[in-house]
């Protein structure tokens, strides 16, 4: 598997390292860093992509008013391994452009997942997944009941991480914008 993402600049990017570190400690949640040890937020996630996508991106993107990214507090994917998550805005800007992100790499792309199709998109940043219970869900929302996300950055990175061997995802390309 492959994924396009955007690195959180700094210094959320640490914000977020220090959350799952704090995870790690009170609840032995780690999965969620194990797999991709970037903190991000995922634009699409495909099987794989064909090569070109990324110097396609750099060229389409160049000179486009990329939308602000607004973080507003924790959410949670339900299901019996849920994933908690830092929840994003969804403007008219940020959705405008994801879908013109994803109607632009769709010819380089083999077997999209459909949860990162327009229709299905929910912006996010990942906190917790796949070693998690509903209680523990609980356990770490109850946890941050006050705790204020009020965060705002501008995207200035598209990076494609693939998925290797051991099932964690590692940066292959990257642009800045």
Known sequence: ???????????YHQRIINIWDGLHSKFNITQARDITPIP????????SYRTGMMEHLRLLLGGCKLPSIKVNGLGVFPGTSPVI?????????????????IKSIL???QESVDLYEPDRWVPHITLALGDTTPTIAEEIIADNVGTQ???RFEPDNFVLISENLSGTYIAQASIRV
Do not use: G
């Open 1 to 11: 598997m492959q994924a396009l993402i955007t690195a959180l600049p700094q210094p």
């Open 40 to 47: 991000h937020l995922t634009w699409h996630i495909s099987h």
């Open 85 to 101: 998550y830092l929840s994003i805005d969804t403007s008219d800007h940020l959705v405008a452009f994801h879908q013109f992100i």
């Open 107 to 109: 010819p380089f792309s």
């Open 149 to 151: 996300y009020d965060w």
